[in-house]
C-alpha cells in the first residue's frame, strides 16, 4: 500500500498541474451563465453599431462583470499580459461608450475579443 | 497566482529530482552543476515570470530533467558515453611526483592541487602514492603506506563489532517500528530509560542503540558538568 502511495501521489500530482496550466481554453467559456464574455462582447458590439448608448452602458457592465468572473478562474493557466490587456480594453470601453464614441468603442471590443481569443492559448 | 505557480513549480522540481536521483548530487561534475542552476532558473521563471503562461516553463523544466536523466542512464549503460560526457579521473601525482603534462591538459594550476592537497590534510606531497581528479573535480587522494593511519589491525588489537545504530525515540516520539526490528519492547525501554532518571519517553530528544547492545540517550535538558 505505501508502495502504491509512494508512486500513485507524484503521478496524481503532475497530473493535476498539468490539467491546472491547460485548464484556459476550457474554463474561459461560460459555466454559471453570467459570465459569457464573447456574448458580452458581441452584445455591446450590436448596441454601439446601433447607437443605443443606455443600452451599451449597461451591457458593458454586464461584460465587466463577467470577465472578472472569468478572471479568477483563468488567472493560473493565462498570460498576465493578456489578462491586463482586456482588462483596459473594457475599462476603455467604458469611456468610449460614455463619450458616445462609436469607433473607439468598436476598435476596443475588436481588440478584446482577439485577446479573449488568445487566452489560454 | 504567484503562490500556485509557486507551489507547482516548487513540487514539480521536488519530484522531478527525486526521480533523477541521488547521483545527481553525489557525482556533480560541471555539466550537472550547469544543468542545476538552470533547471532552477526556470521553476523560478515559472513561479515569478507572470507575463509569460506557466505551461511553456514546466514543460522546459521536464525537459531539461528528462534530458538530465536520459544522459546519466546512457552514461551508466555505456562506458565510453559516460567518457565522453561526464569526463573521467586523471592521475596527477605519482609517488609523489606530479604529472604536469596532465594539469596541463586538464587546465589546473600547481597551486589548485596544492590546495586541494592541504583540504585532505596532506601538506607534502612526497607523502602521496596517488592522487587523482575526479570528474567532478574533487581530488582523491592515496597516501605511501607509511604516512597512512595507524589502525586497530596495524596494532594487532582486537575491536568489537560496531555496526549501525538505529533510532527509538526521536524528537520525543518513540519509534515502534525499530523497536520490533531489534525485537524489544516497550516495556524495556522505559526500564532502560529510568535507570538514566528517565520518566517519560517525551524527555528524551534522541535515543539510540547499537549492535553491540549500547544504549545512546540524549536528554532535552542536557546538564553539561564544568570542568573544575
Redo the contacts between chains.
Sequence with gaps: MRKFIVIALPIVTLVLFVLVMQSGDILKQPLVGDDNVPQAIETVIQDINHENWEAATQNTENLKRAWDKVVNRVQFSGERNVIDALTVNIARLQGAVQAQDKATGLTELSEAYEHWKNLGD | ?VI??AF?GF??LL?FT??MGKQQIGQLNLFDYMLGITIGSMAAALTTD??????PH?VGLLTWCILGYLMHVIGTKWQYASKLLEGEPSIVIINGKIMENVLRKMNYEISAILELLRNQGVFDPTQVDFAIIESNGQLSVLLKPEHQPLTPKDMKMPVSYSGISTELIHDGILIEENLTKLNKDKTWLLTELEKQGIKDISEVFLATLNPAGSLYVDKYKDQLKKDK
Excluded at chain 2, 507572470?50 to 505551461?55: E, I, M, N, P
Design positions: 497566482m500556485v505557480r507547482i513540487f514539480s519530484i527525486r526521480i507572470l507575463s509569460s503562461r506557466a505551461w514546466w
